[in-house]
């Protein structure tokens, strides 16, 4: 049932609230898909900013972080195309055949780096094994 609401409110291009007076429209973002509900002020504010187009609130932060994080100064229109890049190349990519495999797969690579990653002061490999008691002294009185 809510898939079917959901795609009902797709096909709306707009929708009139009683309890605000305003309009809002379905936006759809133009990197990953997903569509909010916004105002068409919002909208307009949002396009203005990433060059007409529209982008959710998830991937305008990627695009924000990408600007932060990269080495050379880029633009947020070069930003952009390396974020609708990477959206791109991840909704082409299939699932894995065995989600579970590459989950204990993934976890043991992650275990060895951890294990093979060289140790602050010195300190052994072995510091997963407790040195003292995890239990507090617990004395009794008779």
Request: hydrophobic content about 30%; aromatic content about 8%.
């Amino acid at each position: 049932m809510a898939a079917t609401v959901f795609k009902e409110a797709k096909k709306m291009d707009s929708v009139k609230h009683k309890n605000n007076q305003s309009e809002i429209e379905f936006a759809e973002c133009d990197c990953c898909g997903l569509t909010e509900e916004c105002t068409p002020a919002y909208i307009a504010h949002v396009r203005e900013k990433f060059e007409g187009r529209w982008l959710c609130g998830l991937c305008s932060e990627a695009v924000k972080d990408e600007t932060v994080r990269s080495e050379e100064d880029i633009t947020t229109n070069e930003a952009l195309d390396r974020h609708m890049k990477f959206c791109e190349q991840f909704k082409s990519s299939s699932p894995p055949a065995n989600p579970a495999d590459d989950l204990i797969s993934a976890m043991k690579h992650l275990l060895r780096r951890t294990l093979d990653s060289p140790r602050k002061n010195g300190s052994s490999p072995t510091s997963f094994v407790r040195s003292k008691s995890c239990f507090s002294t617990v004395k009794w009185r008779s």
